[in-house]
């Protein structure tokens, strides 16, 4: 028992010597996640725990499913350099991306659109809406959307 302890106390002492004197900070993530017929979906998001609640970090991926009468295929990857709005507040949250794809002729824009609010059951899970829309660069024509339910979770 006396040499599991020692284990143990080793293993986090070399731990905290890894992590050195860096400030942790206090976050509130997010995980929200579609998985649908013409789309997979997932996000994490972090929020420090300051006034206004700055995004800390998001990262994600949006995968279109092929099939009958899908034009959309492929993946678009997701980050915070892409962010063009957010909103979190303690019953809601809101992010709108906007991320270039593609190059010459093939290059589109992909937004995405991400709106949820606390469930009245349970304050760590969020219900709402995604919209995924796509437009050829350059071009005025409407772009083609792609919506349905979220979810999330706060971890």
């Keep these: 028992m006396m040499r599991?302890?020692?284990?143990?106390?080793?293993c986090l002492a070399c731990m905290s010597g890894l992590v050195g004197p860096r400030q942790a900070l206090a976050l509130d993530?997010?995980?929200c996640a579609v998985d649908d017929a013409r789309l997979k979906l997932v996000v994490e998001t972090a929020f420090r725990e300051d006034p206004g609640w700055p995004l800390a970090h998001m990262r994600g991926i949006v995968l279109f499913k092929p099939g009958r009468g899908q034009r959309?295929?492929?993946q678009v990857d997701i980050a915070a350099a892409n962010v063009k709005q957010y909103w979190r507040d303690g019953e809601t949250l809101r992010v709108y991306t906007s991320t270039p794809s593609g190059e010459g002729q093939d290059a589109l824009t992909i937004?995405?659109?991400?709106e949820s609010s606390v469930t009245a059951d349970d304050l760590n899970?969020?219900?709402g809406t995604y919209a995924v829309s796509v437009r050829q660069?350059?071009?005025?024509a409407k772009p083609v959307e792609v919506t349905g339910p979220l979810t999330c979770s706060r971890f």
Excluded: A, H, N, P
């Excluded at 599991?4 to 080793?10: A, D, E, G, K, N």
């Excluded at 937004?111 to 991400?114: A, D, R, S, T, W």
């Excluded at 660069?137 to 005025?140: A, D, K, L, V, Y």
């Design 4 to 10: 599991r302890v020692t284990f143990i106390s080793l």
């Design 29 to 31: 993530r997010y995980y």
């Design 72 to 74: 959309l295929e492929g």
């Design 111 to 114: 937004g995405l659109k991400l």
């Design 125 to 127: 899970r969020f219900q």
């Design 137 to 140: 660069s350059g071009q005025t």
